[in-house]
């Protein structure tokens, strides 16, 4: 059956070994990139390697919670003028190393794309999912607690320090969201897709040439299609142990995943992206 599969960061790594996975399924995949140009070529090869496909594709800087905004709407419109659901979303843009870590809206850029964009992408497209939609939020094996005065961008981090806090927050707001929508909205997963794989980040970060993209890519597609995934909201899957396993302690706490849900609700709200992010709760 032909799904609807909204994937950001599509333009090289493991994002587009997931989406040449996808559409060699049938799939539709709506494809998210930062850059049009390249944007506009991945396509073309998708389109070209998978002469079935059916691509659409989506501009946005995700360190800019403002185009985050304008992603959505744009998704949101077409899909209702189609009368489609969003059947998939997989947040699997992110970075770790950049040149400027501070955003012109004053927060941690690498926050800014690994936690808060994928937040606020998942809660504005609340309205085309349903009960069956899932949402695959990418985490990492390395997860260490979160400064919540970093989070909002008055404190600075290292590179590493920053990638780990960003990767442990995304997995926290995935449990705390995932089991409240359990019943009335998408099931809601965080997924290491396995260390140190060959992407242009894992090469950036460690000088490495990394593993097989194809094996992060096979579990983004498992947990965005498998039945194995049906009933695993709120639940964090480990690839490296290639089974659902414990998370940071932290994303166990109730207590510290709401302070970290209401932190990155305030910082929607200070932007004038609060009240559109409502969740859409039955």
């Known amino acids: 059956m032909n799904k609807t599969i909204l994937l950001?960061?599509?333009?090289?790594?493991?994002?587009?070994?997931?989406?040449?996975?996808?559409l060699a399924q049938g799939h539709t995949v709506l494809l998210h990139g930062r850059n049009q140009d390249k944007l506009n070529n991945v396509q073309s090869a998708l389109n070209e390697q998978y002469p079935q496909a059916s691509t659409v594709t989506y501009v946005a800087d995700l360190s800019d919670m403002a185009q985050v905004q304008t992603l959505a709407q744009s998704v949101l419109s077409d899909l209702q003028q189609a009368d489609k659901v969003l059947d998939v979303l997989i947040n699997n843009a992110g970075v770790y190393k950049l040149a400027d870590i501070t955003t012109k809206e004053g927060l941690d850029a690498r926050f800014a794309v690994n936690t808060i964009a994928p937040y606020l992408l998942t809660k504005l497209l609340l309205p085309v999912m349903n009960v069956q939609s899932r949402v695959v939020n990418v985490s990492s094996?390395?997860?260490s607690s979160v400064n919540f005065e970093s989070l909002v961008g008055n404190k600075p981090l290292s590179d590493s320090a920053a990638y780990a806090q960003s990767k442990l927050a995304i997995t926290m707001w995935s449990r705390h969201l995932g089991l409240a929508l359990k019943g009335a909205g998408p099931l809601v997963i965080s997924v290491n897709p396995k260390s140190l794989l060959g992407s242009k980040m894992v090469k950036d970060a460690y000088g490495l040439d990394g593993g097989d993209l194809k094996l992060g890519a096979d579990i983004f597609c498992r947990a965005a299609l498998s039945d194995e995934f049906k009933d695993s909201t709120g639940l964090y899957f480990d690839n490296d142990a290639e089974r659902f396993a414990p998370p940071h302690p932290d994303a166990l706490n109730n207590a510290k995943n709401q302070q970290l849900v209401d932190t990155l609700d305030s910082v929607l709200a200070q932007l004038k992206l609060g009240n559109a992010a409502a969740y859409y709760l039955s």
Do not use: R, V
């Open 141 to 143: 094996a390395a997860q």
């Open 8 to 22: 950001t960061g599509a333009t090289d790594g493991i994002g587009l070994e997931t989406a040449k996975m996808l």
